[in-house]
C-alpha cells in the first residue's frame, strides 16, 4: 500500500521494481488503472498521473481500449535522463505553442494518412466530451488533451510521440490557462474541421487545420499579453 505523502514517486517506484524485477516485461500489458488503485489504495487519478510520466519518457504505451504496455525495460536510464524535457522548459507558453505548432501539424498530416475507424471513434468520443461538457473546465480540458493525444499516437512515429506526451503532460495547467483565456467555442470549432478532414483522408487539410489551431492560440495569447 501506499502512504499519503509523495505519493506520485511512490507509484512510481512500484512500477520501476516491477520492470526492473522481469516481473512486467517489454511488449506485455501491465496491470489496469483500476486493478493498480486496488492493489495500491490510491486514487485512479494518481495512478494516471505516474502512467503518463512513463509514457512521457517512452518506458509506457498506452493504446486507447487496449490497455498501458511496456516499451522500454530502461527505466533508471528514461527517467534520469537530464535531457528530459521539464516543467522549467515548459513554462513559456507562447514557446510551448511554437513548438506543437511545427510537431503537431505534421503529426496531424500523418495521422490523417494512417487513420484507423479506431483512431476515428476516439477522436470523436473526445470530442463529443468536449461538446457536452462546456463551462466544466476540468473535463473539457482532459478531453481536448486526449484528442491531441491521440493524433500524436495515430503518426505511429515514437519519436514524435513521446516528445509531444511529456510536453503535454508538463503543460496540463497551461491548458487550463489557455482554456481560461479562449473559452471554449474555439477548441470546439477547430477540433471539428480537424476531425472532418482526418475522417476524409484529406491529410493536408488536416495539417493545415492544425497549424490554423495553434497559431491562433499563439495569435490571441500575444494579444493578452
Same mark, same amino acid.
Given at each position: ?18 520492470? %526492473? ?12 488503472? %483500476? ?42 536510464? %528514461? ?53 457536452? %461538457? ?92
Amino acid at each position: 500500500m501506499i502512504s499519503h505523502s509523495n505519493v506520485t514517486e511512490q507509484i512510481l517506484q512500484y512500477f520501476k521494481d516491477n520492470i %526492473n524485477s522481469g516481473n512486467w516485461k517489454v511488449g506485455e500489458k501491465i496491470p489496469s488503472e %483500476n486493478q493498480l488503485t486496488e492493489i495500491l489504495g490510491v486514487s485512479r487519478a494518481s495512478i494516471r498521473t505516474a502512467i503518463q510520466h512513463l509514457v512521457g519518457v517512452g518506458v509506457l504505451e498506452s493504446h486507447h481500449g487496449k490497455g498501458t504496455f511496456l516499451l522500454d525495460a530502461q527505466v533508471d536510464e %528514461n527517467t534520469g535522463s537530464g535531457n528530459k524535457i521539464t516543467s522549467e522548459d515548459c513554462r513559456d507558453i507562447e514557446k510551448v505553442l511554437e513548438f506543437r505548432r511545427i510537431v503537431e501539424s505534421e503529426a496531424c498530416f500523418m495521422a490523417a494518412n494512417k487513420r484507423t475507424p479506431e483512431l476515428l471513434q476516439e477522436l470523436q468520443e473526445d470530442l463529443d466530451e468536449m461538446a457536452a %461538457n462546456q463551462g466544466k473546465r476540468e473535463v473539457f480540458v482532459t478531453a481536448d488533451i486526449k484528442f491531441h493525444e491521440a493524433i500524436c499516437r495515430a503518426a505511429q512515429n515514437p519519436i514524435l510521440t513521446k516528445s509531444l506526451l511529456k510536453v503535454f503532460e508538463e503543460t496540463r495547467r497551461n491548458h487550463n490557462q489557455l482554456n481560461e483565456l479562449f473559452g471554449y467555442r474555439d477548441g470546439i470549432y477547430y477540433h471539428t474541421l480537424i476531425l472532418s478532414a482526418i475522417k476524409a483522408g484529406d491529410a493536408e487539410r488536416a495539417r493545415e487545420m492544425m497549424f490554423e489551431h495553434l497559431q491562433n492560440a499563439i495569435n490571441k495569447l500575444e494579444i493578452e499579453q
